[in-house]
T-cell receptor, first 113, second 113 residues
Framework: GDSVTQMEGPVTLSEEAFLTINCTYTATGYPSLFWYVQYPGEGLQLLLKATKADDKGSNKGFEATYRKETTSFHLEKGSVQVSDSAVYFCALSENSGYSTLTFGKGTMLLVSP | DAGVIQSPRHEVTEMGQEVTLRCKPISGHNSLFWYRQTMMRGLELLIYFNNNVPIDDSGMPEDRFSAKMPNASFSTLKIQPSEPRDSAVYFC???????????FGPGTRLTVL
C-alpha cells in the first residue's frame, strides 16, 4: 500500500537558518504530493502541493519539488522565522477514484529567536 | 467562508459514557473525512463519505465507533461506550471532491477519564 516517510523531529533551528524536512513516498500509481502544516492548537492546513513529476510547489517561502526518480518531496525554506514553528506533514493522494490522503507521521519544527 | 466547523472543541467525559462529535463541512464540498490524532499513532483516517455515503470505514477502530452523515451539511462521530484509550484529537475535513485539497476543522480534543 501507499506510505509516506518523514524525518523524525523535532528539528530545532535558529531564526534565519535554512530548513530541509525530508519526505519520501511509496505509491502504486502517480500520486499528487502535499505538505500540510499544523500550528499549535489548530487543524492542518495545506502549505503547498505538486501534482506531477518535476512540479515545484511553493508558498510563504517554502518550496518542494516532486522527484519521481527518487520518490521524494523534500520541504525547504531559505530563512525560517519563529512563526514557522509548527508540525509539518507530508502526504500523498492517488489520483484515481475515491482517493484519500496518506499522511506521514509529521515533523515538529522549533525555531528560536 | 466559515471553514469546517467542529463542536465541541473540548470534551471531557468518564469511561463508559457516550460521546458525540459534530462536524459541519464547507458548503459545496461533497467529501467528508474523520481523522484521529494521537502522539503514539499520528494521524489516522477513520472514515470518509462522498455525497453523504460512507465509502470506506476500514479505519474505524471497533464497533464502539459509528459515524453518520444525514445530509450534506452535517456529520457525527459517536463513541459508545467511550474508553480512556479513545482520548485523542478528532479532526473533520472536507473536500470539493475526493482527490483534491482537504480543508480541516480545528478539531475536538477528547479526554476520557
Amino acid at each position: 500500500g501507499d506510505s509516506v516517510t518523514q524525518m523524525e523531529g523535532p528539528v530545532t533551528l535558529s531564526e534565519e537558518a535554512f530548513l530541509t524536512i525530508n519526505c519520501t513516498y511509496t505509491a502504486t500509481g502517480y500520486p499528487s504530493l502535499f505538505w500540510y502544516v499544523q500550528y499549535p492548537g489548530e487543524g492542518l492546513q495545506l502549505l503547498l502541493k505538486a501534482t506531477k513529476a518535476d512540479d515545484k510547489g511553493s508558498n510563504k517561502g517554502f518550496e518542494a519539488t516532486y522527484r519521481k526518480e527518487t520518490t521524494s518531496f523534500h520541504l525547504e525554506k531559505g530563512s525560517v522565522q519563529v512563526s514557522d514553528s509548527a508540525v509539518y506533514f507530508c502526504a500523498l493522494s492517488e489520483n484515481s477514484g475515491y482517493s484519500t490522503l496518506t499522511f506521514g507521521k509529521g515533523t515538529m519544527l522549533l525555531v528560536s529567536p | 467562508d466559515a471553514g469546517v466547523i467542529q463542536s465541541p472543541r473540548h470534551e471531557v467525559t468518564e469511561m463508559g459514557q457516550e460521546v458525540t462529535l459534530r462536524c459541519k463541512p464547507i458548503s459545496g464540498h461533497n467529501s467528508l473525512f474523520w481523522y484521529r490524532q494521537t502522539m503514539m499513532r499520528g494521524l489516522e483516517l477513520l472514515i470518509y463519505f462522498n455525497n453523504n455515503v460512507p465509502i470506506d470505514d476500514s479505519g474505524m477502530p471497533e464497533d464502539r465507533f459509528s459515524a453518520k452523515m444525514p445530509n450534506a451539511s452535517f456529520s457525527t462521530l459517536k463513541i459508545q461506550p467511550s474508553e480512556p484509550r479513545d482520548s485523542a484529537v478528532y479532526f473533520c475535513a472536507s473536500s470539493p471532491n475526493s482527490d483534491n485539497e482537504q480543508f480541516f476543522g480545528p478539531g475536538t480534543r477528547l479526554t476520557v477519564l
